[in-house]
């Protein structure tokens, strides 16, 4: 895979190729993204990289690095709340669930665990909690569930139909 730091945009009203509106502070891979009301994140990828960078959704512009996860490491969830955003797992097995907030650019905290170590399992989120599903080793099929509201571990609270490494995802 080749090292990319293009920030791309396509618009949901009409039917239209994307465009290149920006870069991001690192080239990467495997990155997870996420997202505030106002800003775009995307955090870590490669496994030299802990960089979080934040780009704005109102105007064309590169991304600036705001903060950095407490390892660099990349296939990790994503997840975002109201007030901070979440990254989940990771290469090399990571359990770790790591917060950052929106309006300040301080570094990520180490806020709790997943049940299972895991990388490729992507994050979603409701507006209370956020979710990790599947994800390597073996194709789990694992779903996990941590509070926005609190710094906590995760807990299982089912299974995929078929156990998946690097799912895709949507909020609904």
Do not use: W
């Not at 495997?30 to 490669?46: P, R």
């Not at 990771?90 to 570094?107: Q, W």
């Not at 569930?145 to 995929?160: C, E, I, M, R, Y």
């Amino acid at each position: 895979m080749a090292d990319s730091n293009v920030i791309d945009k396509y618009t949901f009203a009409s039917d239209a190729n994307a465009t290149d509106v920006g870069d991001l502070t690192v080239g990467g891979y495997g990155a997870s993204g996420l997202s505030s009301i106002n800003y775009g994140f995307t955090q870590g990828g490669n496994s030299r990289n802990s960089v979080v960078d934040k780009y704005t959704f109102a105007s064309d512009a590169n991304a600036t690095d705001v903060c950095d996860l407490t390892t660099a490491r990349t296939e990790m969830g994503g997840s975002s709340g109201v007030t901070h955003g979440y990254s989940q797992g990771g290469a090399g097995t990571s359990d770790v669930i790591e917060k950052f907030s929106f309006s300040t650019e301080l570094n990520t905290t180490d806020v709790g665990n997943l049940t299972v170590s895991r990388a490729g399992g992507p994050g979603t989120s409701s507006t209370v909690s956020g979710y990790t599903a599947g994800g390597n080793p073996n194709y789990l099929d694992v779903i996990d569930k941590f509070p926005f509201a609190s710094d906590a571990n995760a807990t299982d609270v089912g299974d995929l139909t078929l156990g998946r490494y690097e799912p895709a995802s949507q909020q609904a």
